[in-house]
Each structure stands twice: as structure tokens, then as C-alpha cells.
């Protein structure tokens, strides 16, 4: 019986080894599409918060911690496909991921830096993004993501960070879901020990409601997600 009653912090995902095999971390990166179109639903997202800012002025967007990008291809194409004006700039810090972005395109910006490099730039964006990131972070690294994102977001931005909520139901069910496909199409990835790995490290919505400053709104959403939101102009007085 795997222990769900508190985040398993000590817990490591196999891609983030700086010595992980590169066949297998690419493989992922490229199964990375189907399983965020299942679980993480930024259509969704898209549809309700990104086009009808976009449809009111042209934006630009910043994905953190984009891994292979497959989010910023996504929002970037949905946009084009709208014929709206999105520019989309995906961050990360790892330079296999951003290599292997970089060959994909999409009409995306590649960037390989911390968020705090591009407060220091004087960066702004309309929207700030991050998905499954926060799990990855220290409890020193998340007041310190969170603080970074709304000092990039311009003054009428909004910031929105989705992970996976810890749950049994959210463990049981990738367990079942990925099971079918871990010896044909999940294979030769780490898609699904990750995912389990994830989902043990991954906050509840209280844990994450306890932790995260004045200003930030978290919410639970289908299917076992959370989703921590800021708004220019609900945060600032």
C-alpha cells in the first residue's frame, strides 16, 4: 500500500538525474502531448483565460519550467489557429530539454534560465504559466517561484500554476490508466513511474492553501488538479 497521507518528498523522478538515459528522457518528452491532453486539460485553460485576453490585445505568454515544451507548442498553435496575436516564450533550466524543444519549433521562444534571470532583466508578461512544476520545488523554491511570477506579470497579468492535487484517486487512477500502454506506448519512457512518483510528491489543496502568501487563489479542478491563480487586479491594491 503506497502512503499518500503526506508528500513524499524524498522521493526523486528518474528524468530529473542529470545522468537519466537520454533515449528514454526524449521518449518521454515525446509521449508528454498525450498524457497532458488527458490529465492537465489546458484547452481548457486556453479557452476560458488566454483567447479572450488575446482577443482583446495581443499577448505574451510565459511557460516556467516548459520541459519539452509541449504546453507552449500547444497554446502557441491554438492561438495561430484563432488567427489571435500570442507570443509564447517557454523557460526552463535544463539544457536537455530546452535542446530537444528548441529542434520542435512551433512558433515558440526557447529559453534555458531561471525565472529570476528574467525578473532581473525587467521581463513582463500577460500571462505566467507553469504546468506539474510544483511538485519539483523545495519549500524554499516555491515562495520564491510564486514571488518571481507576479513580479513578472504585467500590471494587468495573470499567473496560473496547475499541478496534480495528491489523492488516492489520482495515484489508483494513472496507475490503472498507463498500465495498458506501459509495454507499447509508454515504453522505453519514464512516463509512468514519473507519473506515480508525481503523484506521491504532488500537495493536496489545503497543504498547498497553507502554504502560499495573501493574494493567491487556489482551486481544485477535474481531474485531481489544482490550479494556484493570481490576478493583477484582485492582489493588488
Known amino acids: 500500500m503506497v502512503d499518500l497521507s503526506s508528500r513524499a518528498i524524498e522521493a526523486r523522478e528518474l528524468m530529473d538525474d542529470p545522468d537519466a538515459d537520454l533515449r528514454m528522457l526524449e521518449r518521454t518528452y515525446e509521449r508528454f502531448p498525450l498524457v497532458n491532453a488527458v490529465v492537465s486539460r489546458w484547452r481548457t485553460v486556453y479557452r476560458r483565460d488566454i483567447r479572450p485576453r488575446a482577443r482583446r490585445k495581443p499577448l505574451r505568454v510565459l511557460d516556467v519550467g516548459a520541459g519539452g515544451g509541449d504546453v507552449s507548442r500547444a497554446i502557441a498553435g491554438w492561438a495561430r489557429r484563432d488567427g489571435l496575436q500570442v507570443a509564447v516564450t517557454a523557460l526552463d533550466a535544463d539544457e536537455r530539454a530546452i535542446r530537444w524543444a528548441q529542434e520542435r519549433g512551433g512558433g515558440v521562444e526557447y529559453r ?126
Do not use: K
Open 112 to 237: 534555458r534560465a531561471y525565472t529570476g534571470e528574467l525578473v532581473a532583466e525587467g521581463e513582463r508578461f500577460d500571462i505566467v504559466v507553469s504546468n506539474h512544476l510544483l511538485h519539483h520545488l523545495t519549500g524554499d523554491e516555491l515562495p520564491s517561484l510564486l514571488a518571481e511570477s507576479v513580479a513578472l506579470a504585467a500590471d494587468d497579468g495573470l499567473v496560473l500554476h496547475r499541478d496534480i492535487a495528491r489523492s488516492r484517486f489520482a495515484y489508483r487512477g494513472f496507475a490503472a490508466g498507463t498500465l495498458p500502454f506501459a509495454r507499447n506506448l509508454l515504453a522505453g519512457s519514464f512516463i509512468r513511474d514519473d507519473g506515480l512518483t508525481s503523484i506521491r510528491r504532488s500537495y493536496t489543496v489545503p497543504e498547498i492553501a497553507g502554504v502560499v502568501p495573501p493574494g493567491w487563489q487556489v482551486r481544485q479542478t477535474f481531474p485531481a488538479r489544482l490550479e494556484l491563480r493570481w490576478e493583477a487586479w484582485d492582489a493588488r491594491p
